[in-house]
C-alpha cells in the first residue's frame, strides 16, 4: 500500500532542495520546488527569480566596481577657536652682503662667483665700497666657507630691527632664530626650534600678532657691478608666513615689503587634511636628505630617514630632493640644505650647483606627495606710505637718522589674525564599506527579498547537501566490502555443515555455550570455529 503524502514529506533527508525551499526565507523559491509536476505558473515564479537574482548580481558588481574605484570628496568647513598658533615668520633682507664686511679674502673666493669680478677688478671695487685695496703680498686663505661668509657679512637682526611687539608686548632679537635660505642669512619668529614654547594670540586684528620696524640698511648694500644672474635690484625685505614644520623656501614664496611703507597681512589658519593611498597620495614618512652612493633613480624622491627627523612637509621634501640631486651632480650641497654633504665652494656654486639648481626648478623634477595634515595661511596685504611728514622728524630724532635715510629705510610689517575662525579642507572617503554593504543590502531585499541569515540558510543546507551526497557516498563504498565479505563468511559456513553431516561419527554430546567444537571435514583438514550461543 502507498505510504501517505505527509509521511513521504516526513521520509526526505534534509538535503533535498524541496524540503529547503518550503522552510527558505528566500522569497518565491517555494513556489519553483513545491510539491507536484511542472507547471507554467512554477515556471514564471522560476523566469521571475532568476531575472531578480541577475538584475541582484549586475547591481552588486557596479557597487564593488564603484568602492574599488576608490572615490573622495573634499569638505570645506569654519571652525572658531578661543585661542590661535602663532605662524613662523621669516624675514630676509634683499640684500644678502654688507659691503662694510667684505675683505679682499672674500673677494678673491666669492667675487667672480657671486658678484662676476675678474681678479683684475678687485682693486677698482673696493674703491667703489670704499675700502682700501688688498696690501702688498696679499695672501688668500688655503679654505673658505660660504655659510661662514654670510653669518660675517650678512645683516645682523641688531642692526636692522627697530621695534618689535607682539601682542602689545615688547620683543626682540632673542625672539628670532637665525638660519640660512638661498637668499643668506633670514631670521624667523616663533620658529620654535630647540624646544621653544609657540606663541599664541588670544584675538584677531591689528595689534595682535607681531608688528615690527625695520631698517633695510640701503647704506650697506653692494654695488651692482655686473648684471649677473644673482643681482638683486631691489630694496626691502623678504617675507614668508608658514608653518613651524616647514623649512622657508622664501626666495619662491615669499612677498616683498618695500621701504617707505607700513605693510599689512591679514591672515587666516586653514588645516588641510589629505588621504592616503588607495583614495589619494598623501605621505607622513620623514625623509632624509643625505646622499646615497647608488640612488634607485636619479629624480626619485628621497628614502625615508632611520632616524629621528623632522615631521613630513611638502617643502621639506621638495629640499631634500633638491640637495640630493645637487649633491649627485657636484658632490656637494648649498648652505641653505640640510644633510651631512660638504658646502659648496664659491667655484662649485658658480659652475655646479647654482646652474644645476635652476635647471631643476625649471623642470619641476620633484615629485613629492602632500602631506597628510598640514597647516598653511591664506594671505592678505595692504599697505600705507610711511612715515607721515608728521612722523618722519620724530623718527629721525629717534634713531639719529636723517628725514631721507628713513623715508628710504624704514619699513613696518605688521602680521596678525583676521579673526580667531581658521578653515578646515578635509577630504574623505566618498564611498565607505559600510555604506557598500548597505548598498548591497538593500539590493538583496528589493530583488530576491534576503538578508544575511538568508545567505546563512543556504550555506547550511550546502553542509547538509555536502554530508548527505557526497560524505554519503564514500560512506557506503567503505560499507560495500564489509558487507560482501560477511557473505561469503555465511555462505562458507553453510558448505562446512553441508559437508559435516554426511559423516557417520556418531552422536556428539550437546556444545556448552562459548565453547569450542572441533570439526573435521572429509578432505582430512581442521578448522577451529568459535560459535557463540
Not at 585661542?83 to 662694510?100: G, H, Q
Not at 667672480?112 to 702688498?136: C, M, Q
Not at 647654482?354 to 631643476?360: E, G
Not at 612715515?387 to 636723517?402: D, F, G, I, M, V
Request: aromatic share 8%; with cysteine; net charge neutral.
Amino acid at each position: 500500500m502507498k505510504p501517505p503524502s505527509g509521511l513521504e514529506e516526513a521520509r526526505r533527508p534534509a538535503s533535498d532542495i524541496r524540503v529547503f525551499a518550503s522552510s527558505c526565507t528566500l522569497h518565491g523559491l517555494g513556489h519553483v520546488f513545491g510539491p507536484g509536476r511542472l507547471t507554467p505558473r512554477r515556471g514564471l515564479w522560476a523566469l521571475a527569480i532568476l531575472l531578480s537574482l541577475a538584475a541582484f548580481l549586475y547591481q552588486v558588481a557596479e557597487r564593488v566596481s564603484y568602492y574599488g574605484e576608490f572615490h573622495h570628496e573634499t569638505a570645506l568647513d569654519e571652525r572658531e577657536s578661543h585661542r590661535l598658533t602663532f605662524p613662523a615668520v621669516t624675514l630676509c633682507n634683499t640684500n644678502p652682503l654688507r659691503r662694510s664686511r667684505l675683505t679682499p679674502n672674500d673677494l678673491h673666493w666669492a667675487g667672480p662667483a657671486l658678484l662676476g669680478l675678474e681678479p683684475s677688478e678687485h682693486a677698482a671695487f673696493l674703491r667703489a665700497l670704499g675700502r682700501p685695496p688688498a696690501p702688498p703680498g696679499f695672501m688668500p686663505s688655503p679654505a673658505f666657507d660660504m655659510a661662514r661668509l654670510y653669518a660675517r657679512a650678512g645683516h645682523a637682526l641688531e642692526d636692522m630691527l627697530l621695534d618689535c611687539r607682539y601682542c602689545g608686548r615688547p620683543c626682540g632679537p632673542e625672539n628670532f632664530t637665525s638660519i640660512f635660505t638661498r637668499m643668506g642669512q633670514c631670521y624667523t619668529f616663533n620658529s620654535g626650534a630647540d624646544g621653544a614654547e609657540l606663541l599664541t594670540t588670544p584675538k584677531g586684528g591689528a595689534g595682535s600678532g607681531l608688528e615690527v620696524m625695520l631698517d633695510v640698511q640701503q647704506d650697506e648694500y653692494l654695488p651692482v657691478w655686473k648684471d649677473v644672474e644673482e643681482t638683486p635690484f631691489e630694496a626691502g625685505i623678504r617675507v614668508q608666513i608658514h608653518a613651524q614644520e616647514e623649512p622657508p623656501i622664501i626666495d619662491q614664496l615669499g612677498f616683498g615689503a618695500a621701504p617707505g611703507y607700513q605693510v599689512f597681512v591679514s591672515c587666516q589658519q586653514q588645516r588641510l587634511s589629505f588621504l592616503p593611498p588607495p583614495w589619494g597620495d598623501c605621505s607622513s614618512v620623514s625623509l632624509d636628505p643625505d646622499f646615497e652612493p647608488e640612488p634607485s633613480g636619479p629624480l626619485g624622491p628621497p628614502s625615508p630617514s632611520p632616524g629621528p627627523s623632522p615631521p613630513y612637509s611638502l617643502t621639506g621634501c621638495r629640499l631634500a630632493c633638491e640637495t640630493r640631486y645637487v649633491a649627485r651632480k657636484c658632490g656637494c650641497r648649498m648652505m641653505h640644505m640640510p644633510g651631512g654633504a660638504p658646502v659648496c665652494s664659491p667655484q662649485q656654486y658658480k659652475d655646479c650647483a647654482n646652474p644645476t639648481l635652476d635647471a631643476m626648478l625649471r623642470k619641476d623634477a620633484c615629485v613629492c606627495p602632500n602631506p597628510c595634515a598640514t597647516t598653511r595661511y591664506a594671505k592678505e596685504l595692504s599697505m600705507v606710505r610711511m612715515p607721515s611728514r608728521a612722523a618722519a622728524r620724530y623718527l629721525a630724532r629717534k634713531y639719529n637718522r636723517s628725514e631721507a635715510y628713513i623715508a628710504e629705510n624704514v619699513l613696518v610689517l605688521d602680521v596678525f589674525f583676521e579673526a580667531l575662525n581658521y578653515e578646515t579642507v578635509e577630504q574623505k572617503k566618498a564611498y565607505e564599506v559600510s555604506e557598500l554593504l548597505g548598498d548591497i543590502g538593500g539590493q538583496m531585499g528589493l530583488f530576491i527579498g534576503a538578508s544575511l541569515l538568508t545567505i546563512l540558510e543556504i550555506l547550511d543546507y550546502l553542509c547538509q547537501v555536502f554530508r548527505d551526497r557526497v560524505l554519503g557516498y564514500f560512506w557506503k563504498q567503505k560499507r560495500s566490502p564489509k558487507h560482501s565479505s560477511t557473505n561469503l563468511l555465511q555462505e562458507g559456513l553453510g558448505s562446512h555443515g553441508n559437508q559435516v553431516s554426511h559423516l557417520n561419527l556418531g552422536p556428539r554430546p550437546p556444545t556448552p555455550p562459548c565453547a569450542v567444537t572441533r570439526t573435521i571435514s572429509a578432505s582430512h583438514r581442521t578448522c577451529y570455529l568459535v560459535t557463540r550461543l
